[in-house]
Antibody, heavy 118, light 112 residues
């Protein structure tokens, strides 16, 4: 399963790092993907990281604004911002992503709600 | 900026069959990339419903089925039940713009 860190409230311009801890499987064998869901909106793929070698891939829409990282020693992936915007207010999900070709997301973390005030 | 288009809503009476379409293009579904489907209840994380076009994970009822043809895919729900009321999303890979995973626009299923 994947367990995410709790809800966060920040001001615009502040930094933030949220986490996603995996258990029950070999953490290094699967990608971890990050997905944004803005209030009342659909799902948007942001990035993935492969814990085995820390290889990353970002959606062009999020490249340069967020950074994904991993600490394989504690089976934890991270999503971080150095300068939040009010438009970053959303629910963020991590999900284990199949790395053998299918690319589906399963399971998902419970989500971390990020609220950014201006 | 979803590149996979779904109808905003579909509805049906209990016991009926409903289908949800997911229309893509030659750089995603039409290029042969697999389509996956997720169900999301309000306030919860999405859950995998169908993977690789027509495969059900263990625990998913056989009332749910997927298909793919050309640049489109479909999710069918037969014997509609009250607990099927949720938002449904398709997901595939798009080879344009250096390659990205992409989700559909989402479809709200209402059980009348």
């Amino acid at each position: 399963q994947l367990v995410q860190s709790g809800a966060e409230a920040r001001k615009a311009g502040e930094s933030l790092r949220i986490s996603c801890k995996g258990s029950g499987y070999n953490f290094g064998d699967y990608w971890i993907g990050w997905v944004r869901q803005m209030p009342g909106k659909g799902l948007e793929w942001m990035a993935f990281i492969y814990p085995g070698d820390s290889h990353t891939k970002y959606s062009p829409s999020f490249q340069g604004h967020v950074t994904v990282s991993v600490d394989k020693s504690i089976n934890t992936a991270y999503l971080q911002w150095t300068s939040l915007k009010a438009s970053d207010s959303a629910m963020y999900f991590c999900a284990r992503q199949d790395s053998l070709g299918y690319r589906f997301f399963d399971p998902w973390g419970q989500g971390t709600l990020v609220t950014v005030s201006s | 900026q979803s590149v996979l288009t779904q109808p905003p809503s579909v509805s049906g009476a209990p016991g009926q069959r409903v289908t949800i379409s997911c229309t893509g293009s030659s750089s995603n579904i039409g290029a042969g990339y697999d389509v996956h489907w997720y169900k999301q209840l309000p306030g919860t994380a999405p859950k995998l419903l169908i993977y690789a076009n027509n495969n059900r994970p263990s625990g998913v009822p056989d009332r749910f089925s997927g298909s793919k043809s050309g640049a489109s895919a479909s999710l069918a729900i037969t014997g509609l039940q009250a607990e099927d009321e949720a938002e449904y999303y398709c997901h595939s890979y798009d080879s344009s713009l250096s390659g990205s995973d992409v989700f559909g626009t989402g479809t709200k299923v209402t059980v009348l």
